[in-house]
């Protein structure tokens, strides 16, 4: 028996002037599963993200939501299909309140399921969210003063206001500390686990990608090298030399 | 620490019996200046919506205001439109230039925005000082007196509870509107278009909408201004008064209808003290502009939430 | 209207065109340098071309100082004036793309103190002429009449816009604007001190903008409204794509010519509107410019 992949990457090609950036790309992630995205630097993996999320347009390739094209739903649709993400370099909306910030993913889900919220039902739905991502002592600040690993868990708490059934994470873990790591940690697995959601992963810290992904794909120079388990992965060699290079990996 | 609820209510209606009792207080031209500043204040706060809430760098707000006035005071002197119906037409046809504006700028940013919403601005006023068979032309053009429900507006005591009205409902309905889903889009595509893409707000019909209504303000601001003035010159809809407001935005805080209805109220002030001194009226403005982008780039009200929270936190 | 008619006003449009073409060309590429390397559109550049001529008219007949000293008097002025302004008031804003709208306010804070201190002093109640130093004999270059002043005119501007870009291109100081205009990070690693080459930019543009002013003043009526000329250096820019250089040239003189055409085959009085019309179907049409490059999307 075959499952319909929850999103499939077919062929994807992304070229900026004469450069590509990714090149002739392909991905299944299946629903319910935390599917890894990695890589080195500049490997292409948030141009697929942004791809995905309608905001770049590829050369050619195919993007297939549920098994619809995504390729005809503007920047401002994949929201409303039930696509949240978070950005690599912050893109928060600097000058409103942390509680604001959420609000507008809330705007979103809202707006997808043809509801409306009192203002006051608004505020503790925010406050609930940003409770979970352990950002509730926050609430009132703008959200640039915050610091960077609180700003991340922000987007991460903006995205999941979402209601997203899937949700592209760009390096969630980068500035927080290990307490908030393994939050981070055990946040990702509830929502995949208990409550269906599917997650792709984009993230340089491998001790989270280990434990809590159920498969790993990884790019370099915007090209598929390998795919599989954690375990698989970790033990292949081209994987080794596009992290270490050449020599590292024979020394 | 935020202001409590009962107090910022009670400020509100101490404020609101100050200004229904003054012009039993006062004489004819302190009240021809309220009335003034009431329409400034719809300006402002129209302006704040484009500038200060969607970031969008918009400078031909006094084309929108020049469209209300010359709407209001044709329609009501050659064509008998009542005053009320006048005043929603020049709203409308304001709205409806706006839109067509914000329709073809949406993909232009910062400068090429500010650029040619300046150049627009400019065109308008040319129209105004030209198109003598509509608008009288360079010479100008009298403003019929306003009839509300049957009720002859003759001098601005008579304009000043209408005029106030309309400035608090204004202000009102302004309100709700930031609170609402529309508000927060505004500040979603101010802060970061990417970003507000990916949480499904349509930038560009955002943007439209926000040029759209600015420009209803502006033309809401004319119609009004039509009630209680008896004439209008096309000298006076240049980019000077487009500066002035946006000034009052700038020195109440950007983004901040407060501070919009704060920023209006000192500088029409300041205006009036500069009456007697054009000259001096434009280094003060500049100076202005200079020093609060340099010391309080935030406004009177950003600097008072600054102060609010420092002491707040110090008492922690 | 017959061909020879024609052919007369296109020759006498273009070559006329060209004149006060060059003004704007330096005016555009006063305006550009500034966006290009402190991404800051310069509202104020039109009154500080509108300034620098009154200092030099009131050096030149107030203090009747000769014109060998009021020249680089007048530049030096603009060049310590448009630094200092960088210095003491933009610094203290900053520079991210999210202060741009503060930059863009305070620049237009400048242009008001210039315009109202020019009008306080008294010398710009009236208007005035400047001076020239080139007579008023003519010489015709096919059928197109110049005076020698317009030739003087675009020749010395073509020689400082050549001057500037050799500057700009082959030395060290030059180099280092550049580099600033192309990757402000990049240029700090390789040791350029920022600040200091964005002041002096600031400064070269207010010479540039005096030059201009030094340049034009003898062909116009002086009032303390002339700056508003500069539209047609923004006008200028826009069309070079506002990033480049040659392109600001070039756009220069096609507003002059253009202009000069316009003003002779339909009516004087669409001059006046003109370049704000231009000005907005250029930015709707192509809101990179004519030969500004594609949109760039914001990399996230």
């Known amino acids: 028996m075959t499952v319909t992949p929850f999103l499939s990457i077919k062929n994807l090609t992304v070229k900026f002037g004469g450069l590509t950036a990714v090149n002739d790309f392909s991905m299944d992630v299946m629903p319910g599963a935390i599917h890894a995205l990695i890589g080195p630097n500049g490997a292409g993996k948030s141009t697929v993200f942004n791809c995905i999320s309608r ?129 981070l940690d055990k946040l990702l697995v509830d929502l995949a686990r208990k409550e269906g959601l599917t997650v792709i992963l984009v993230e340089h810290v491998m001790q989270l990608v280990m434990s809590i992904s159920d498969r790993i794909t990884v790019l370099s120079f915007g090209q598929k090298i390998a795919e599989g388990l954690p375990a698989e992965v970790r033990q292949n060699q081209q994987v080794i030399e596009a992290y270490l290079g050449r020599e590292g990996a024979a020394a | 620490m935020p202001i409590s609820m009962p107090a910022k209510l009670s400020a509100a209606a101490a404020a609101l019996i100050a200004l229904i009792v003054l012009p039993q207080l006062t004489s004819g031209y302190v009240v021809y200046l309220a009335n003034l500043m009431l329409v400034y204040i719809i300006l402002a706060i129209g302006l704040n919506i484009l500038i200060g809430e969607t970031g969008q760098f918009g400078l031909a707000h006094v084309a929108f205001y020049g469209i209300g006035i010359y ?17 929603i ?29 300046f150049a627009f601005g400019e065109a308008m006023q040319w129209v105004f000082k030209s198109w003598d068979a509509v608008t009288n032309g360079p010479n100008g053009m009298r403003i019929p007196q306003a009839s509300l429900f049957g009720f ?165 | 209207m017959d061909w020879q008619l024609i052919w007369l006003f296109l020759q006498q449009g273009v070559a006329s065109g060209l004149v006060t073409g060059s003004i704007y060309a330096l005016l555009a590429v006063a305006i550009v340098i500034i966006f290009k390397t402190t991404d800051a559109p310069n509202f104020a550049a039109g009154e500080l071309f509108m300034a620098a001529a009154y200092v030099a008219l009131y050096l030149l007949v107030f203090l009747a100082l000769p014109f060998i000293a009021v020249v680089p008097l007048s530049l030096g002025v603009a060049f310590i004036a448009a630094a200092l302004f960088y210095r003491i008031v933009l610094q203290k804003i900053g520079s991210s793309a999210a202060v741009t709208v503060n930059v863009v306010i305070a620049t237009l804070g400048l242009s008001f103190v210039l315009k109202g201190a020019v009008r306080k002093t008294g010398v710009g109640d009236v208007p005035r002429s400047f001076p020239s130093i080139f007579g008023n004999d003519t010489i015709t270059i096919g059928q197109a009449v110049l005076t020698l002043q317009d030739i003087g005119i675009l020749a010395l501007a073509v020689v400082s816009m050549t001057i500037f870009f050799l500057f700009f291109n082959f030395t060290r100081t030059g180099r280092a604007m550049r580099a600033v205009g192309m990757n402000p990070k990049a240029a700090v690693l390789v040791g350029i001190n920022l600040r200091r080459t964005r002041m002096l930019i600031w400064g070269l543009s207010g010479l540039l903008s005096s030059l201009a002013a030094l340049l034009i003043a003898p062909k116009i009526l002086m009032t303390a409204d002339m700056g508003s000329v ?39 009085r669409a001059i006046s509107v003109a370049p704000f019309v231009a000005i907005m179907l250029v930015l709707v049409l192509r809101p990179q410019g004519l030969l500004g490059g594609k949109v760039a999307v914001k990399k996230v």
Not at chain 2, 72 to 85: D, E, N, Q
Not at chain 3, 240 to 251: C, N, Y
């Open chain 2, 71 to 87: 709407t209001t005071a044709i329609l009501t002197s050659r064509y008998g439109v009542p005053f009320p119906v006048a005043v």
């Open chain 1, 55 to 183: 905001y770049y347009q590829p050369a050619s390739g195919d993007i297939l939501f549920r098994g619809q094209s995504l390729m005809r739903t503007p920047a401002h649709g994949t929201a409303g299909l039930g696509i949240a993400r978070t950005f690599q370099n912050l893109e928060l909306f600097n000058g409103i309140s942390v509680l604001e910030n959420v609000m507008v993913g809330i705007d979103a889900a809202l707006a997808r399921d043809g509801k409306r919220l009192s203002p006051r039902q608004m505020r503790s739905e925010a406050e609930a969210i940003l409770e979970r991502t352990g950002l509730a002592n926050y609430r009132d600040e703008q959200a640039d003063a915050l610091d960077f690993g609180h700003q991340k868990l922000l987007e991460l708490s903006r995205a999941l206001a979402v209601k997203p059934q899937l949700l592209l994470l760009d390096e969630p873990a980068a500035g927080l500390r290990n307490r908030e790591i393994a939050a």
């Open chain 2, 152 to 316: 002859r507006i003759t001098n601005d005591h008579d304009a000043y509870y209408v005029v106030l009205a309309v400035a608090i409902v204004t202000v009102l309905v302004t309100i709700l509107l930031m609170q609402s889903r529309l508000g927060r889009a505004f500040r979603a595509v101010r802060e970061s278009e990417p970003a507000a893409l990916a949480l499904g707000v349509n930038v560009r019909r955002t943007k439209v909408i926000a040029f759209t209504l600015s420009a209803v303000y502006a033309g809401l601001a004319g119609g009004i201004f039509a009630s209680f003035s008896s004439f209008i010159h096309p000298d006076s809809l240049g980019f000077t008064t487009t500066i002035l407001v946006l000034t009052m935005i700038v020195v109440g805080g950007l983004g901040s209808i407060a501070g919009a209805v704060m920023g209006a109220l000192i500088l029409g002030l300041i205006q009036e003290l500069l009456r007697q001194a054009p000259s001096y009226q434009e280094i003060i403005y500049g100076v202005i502009l200079i020093l609060f982008m340099m010391y309080a780039p935030k406004g009177v009200i950003g600097a008072l939430k600054a102060r609010f929270s420092r002491s707040g936190s110090a008492a922690k």
């Open chain 2, 89 to 117: 037409a020049g709203m409308l046809l304001a709205g409806a230039i706006g839109f067509l504006l914000g329709a073809v700028s949406f993909r232009m940013r910062d400068i090429y925005l500010a650029l040619s919403t």
């Open chain 3, 230 to 268: 500069v539209i047609l250096g923004f006008a200028a820019a826009i069309i070079g794509g506002f990033t480049s250089l040659p392109g600001a040239v070039l756009g220069g003189l096609i507003i002059g010519i253009a202009e000069n055409l316009v003003g002779l085959f339909i009516s004087s």
